[in-house]
């Protein structure tokens, strides 16, 4: 059975950092596709950051420049780097492996607030 366990989340002030991780089990093959999506309260689901077995990433417009995705493939965990938050940034952060098949985690919530 394949799961997802996401940590990291948490309440942080306008301006701050915050590392999400996120651990696949259950897959013994590589994982094609890591990454991160995020849904706000009233939003759809939007993608935050991808990233490829080869290094390959792509990121919303929203997070370039403030958000780094990464990876280690041997651990198959998927980490995002959240910095220079804004309250825009409220939302549940969901991380995904792609590999043939699509698989999400539950979610962790990020709120930026004063």
């Known amino acids: 059975q394949v799961q997802l366990v996401e940590s990291g989340g948490g309440l942080v002030q306008p301006g701050g950092s915050l590392r999400l991780s996120c651990t696949v089990s259950?897959?013994?093959?590589?994982?094609?596709?890591m990454g991160w999506y995020r849904q706000a309260p009233g939003k759809e689901r939007e993608m935050v950051a991808i990233?490829?077995?080869?290094?390959?990433?792509e990121y919303g417009d929203s997070v370039k420049g403030r958000f780094t995705v990464s990876r280690d493939n041997s651990e198959n965990t998927v980490y995002l780097q959240l910095n220079n938050l804004n309250p825009e940034d409220t939302a549940v952060y969901y991380c995904?492996?792609?590999?043939?098949?699509?698989?999400w985690g539950q979610g962790t919530q990020v709120t930026v607030s004063s």
């Open positions: 259950g897959i013994t093959f590589p994982i094609r596709v």
């Open positions: 990233l490829d077995k080869d290094g390959g990433s």
């Open positions: 995904n492996a792609f590999s043939g098949s699509l698989y």
